[in-house]
């Protein structure tokens, strides 16, 4: 029997994508028309609004009293409470902060003492995943892709699940928690699996410890030694909570609420998350960020020469340079203009983190891009709003100190955004939501039928 080689483009199916090209282009000019916002957000940032919710709030504008809106630094805030100040606190106190932000998020209010401890025990508990489900499921096949084998092993623990379909709040209460406490467990497995599989060599599988952090947990099962520093943990776990959660607005938090709004069960909710968040336009931008800086240590020959680094930005940017997309990535956002919150508070830790390392000349080409590119863009671009780095632009340099594979950069935001959208997914089941029919307007024309025979 001949053998189909059903990922081969050949010419039928090209001739049939033509069709598609051909019969699905929309006038960018009908979008005016109707008053379309693409993307749902105008060119100053303000947003059509889909909802309410009360579980985080992103500001990057200020109101004078003559009522005129000015851009601001800007600030992110979970409940009510700012990011920048939740991280100084614990890291003043000298321990890990994401089982307390994600207590918050989901709860709506801060843990005292016996609660943390309570809740972290709680996550320490459920941090297992079903006997032989390694060997059975994360072993067989594994892809290539770690997203997707991730959302594979979500969509499969469904099958563990006695109470799958059950929506009501205590049971979606407890899935939460327990894929909280999961997820990192399949992100590393699969990986490891992957590296196993596709690249060779051994394949070593830590069990998890509950006395440990996620973060900690995270680098004990990576590493094949299972050792990391204390600085190595404290960033990575200030990375988990700057990645928790940013709004309802962002494209996987926005899927949690229409996606639950149907009344479908917690596993495929969380599927479909991981599904828009592995867009390279959200979850993977880091990754982008990496691989611009790779090609632009290669090209740029004294990383000291301002006006040689100018000159490569400038090229980047005209998309003479890189991947040609005119874009330097990881500068700007299209909320925050003056200063994205999470950069700002991330580029004194990671600066540490580059000293422990030795990578100190990285940290300063990284901090001359910053500058350089910010006049850049917004002279090229006429942007008046101002530009500034956004998280992307140090997260992916901190995980690669942190000898995280490529591979693992979009699972482990997945890792920490886990806790929004759960937070997200509660409320939206609590309220209720609409959200499940949004409107749109067909400008198709209207055909007249003609038989088959006569076509």
């Given at each position: 029997?001949?053998?189909?080689?059903?990922?081969?483009?050949?010419?039928?199916?090209?001739?049939?994508?033509?069709?598609?090209?051909?019969?699905?282009?929309?006038?960018?000019?009908?979008?005016?028309?109707?008053?379309?916002?693409?993307?749902?957000?105008?060119?100053?940032?303000?947003?059509?609004?889909?909802?309410?919710?009360?579980i985080s709030e992103v500001k990057s504008t200020e109101t004078d009293e003559n009522g005129i809106s000015h851009p601001c630094d800007g600030k992110l805030y979970y409940r009510g409470y700012d990011v920048e100040e939740i991280i100084a606190g614990f890291t003043k106190d000298k321990r890990y902060g994401f089982e307390e932000v994600t207590y918050l998020l989901i709860f709506g209010e801060m843990p005292n003492d016996e609660q943390l401890a309570d809740f972290t025990e709680l996550l320490g508990y459920y941090r297992c995943i079903p006997p032989n489900f390694v060997r059975d499921i994360i072993m067989k096949k594994p892809s290539c892709d770690i997203m997707n084998a991730v959302a594979r092993s979500v969509l499969m623990l469904y099958s563990y699940d006695d109470k799958a379909d059950d929506v009501s709040i205590p049971n979606v209460v407890r899935q939460s928690i327990q894929l909280i406490s999961q997820l990192p467990l399949l992100a590393v497995y699969s990986y490891q699996a992957y590296k196993h599989s596709h690249i060779g060599g051994s394949l070593i599988i830590h069990e998890p410890d509950p006395k440990m952090s996620t973060a900690e947990n995270i680098l004990h099962l990576l590493r094949d030694d299972g050792n990391f520093t204390p600085l190595e943990a404290e960033i990575l776990d200030i990375a988990l909570v700057l990645h928790a959660e940013h709004g309802g607005g962002n494209n996987s938090t926005f899927t949690t609420h229409v996606v639950t709004s149907s009344g479908t069960d917690t596993y495929s909710a969380v599927v479909s998350s991981l599904a828009s968040l592995k867009g390279p336009k959200h979850g993977g931008a880091n990754l982008k960020v990496v691989k611009m800086f790779e090609d632009i240590k290669h090209n740029v020959k004294n990383w000291d020469d301002e006006e040689e680094l100018t000159k490569y930005l400038d090229a980047i940017l005209h998309k003479e340079a890189f991947d040609k997309t005119g874009l330097i990535y990881g500068m700007g956002h299209a909320v925050y203009s003056l200063s994205d919150p999470r950069a700002r508070v991330f580029k004194g830790f990671v600066e540490q983190l580059s000293q422990e390392k030795h990578r100190e000349k990285e940290f300063k080409l990284m901090s001359d891009v910053e500058r350089i590119a910010a006049g850049l863009i917004a002279k090229e671009r006429k942007i008046y709003k101002g530009v500034s780095a956004n998280v992307d632009f140090y997260s992916g340099f901190v995980y690669s100190m942190l000898g995280l594979p490529h591979e693992l950069y979009t699972p482990i935001f997945a890792v920490a955004r886990i806790s929004g959208w759960s937070a997200h997914r509660i409320e939206e089941l609590i309220n209720c939501g609409k959200i499940i029919r949004p409107a749109y307007k067909s400008i198709s024309p209207h055909n007249e039928y003609t038989p088959l025979s006569e076509r």
């Open positions: 029997m001949e053998e189909k080689k059903f990922t081969k483009v050949t010419p039928e199916i090209e001739s049939l994508a033509e069709k598609c090209r051909e019969n699905n282009r929309i006038s960018l000019d009908l979008y005016d028309k109707y008053e379309v916002k693409r993307g749902l957000r105008d060119l100053n940032g303000k947003g059509v609004l889909t909802g309410l919710t009360e």
